[in-house]
């Protein structure tokens, strides 16, 4: 079985930074696509920015230039640095990986409470 576990959310205030981790357990042979996803309670759940297995990047309009996501392959983590929070950002926050065990399929953290005070 594979295990996603996700820290570093927590109260803010606007302006201020937070960096989330996420690391996977398990029998992982192979990660590839990671991501973070954001969701209000009641709405969907929303891509924040997502990274390839050869390092491309890809981040949604409202958070672009203030978050940055980053992996370490050698630890099967997943990182995503908030800088400039807003109110708005506040959200729980979701990792997700592809990860190939006996064969392919996409993992999900428990998700993590980000709290933006005005």
């Known amino acids: 079985q594979v295990q996603l576990e996700e820290s570093g959310g927590g109260l803010v205030q606007t302006g201020g930074s937070l960096r989330l981790s996420c690391v996977a357990s398990g029998r992982i042979v192979s990660i590839d696509d990671m991501a973070w996803y954001r969701q209000v309670s009641g709405k969907q759940r929303d891509s924040v920015a997502s990274?390839?297995?050869?390092?491309?990047?890809n981040y949604a309009d409202s958070v672009k230039g203030r978050f940055t996501i980053s992996r370490d392959n050698a630890k099967n983590t997943v990182y995503l640095q908030m800088n400039s929070l807003k109110p708005e950002d506040t959200a729980v926050y979701y990792c997700k990986m592809r990860i190939r065990t006996f064969w392919w399929d996409d993992y999900w953290g428990q998700g993590t409470q980000v709290t933006v005070s005005s």
């Open positions: 990274i390839t297995g050869g390092g491309s990047t």
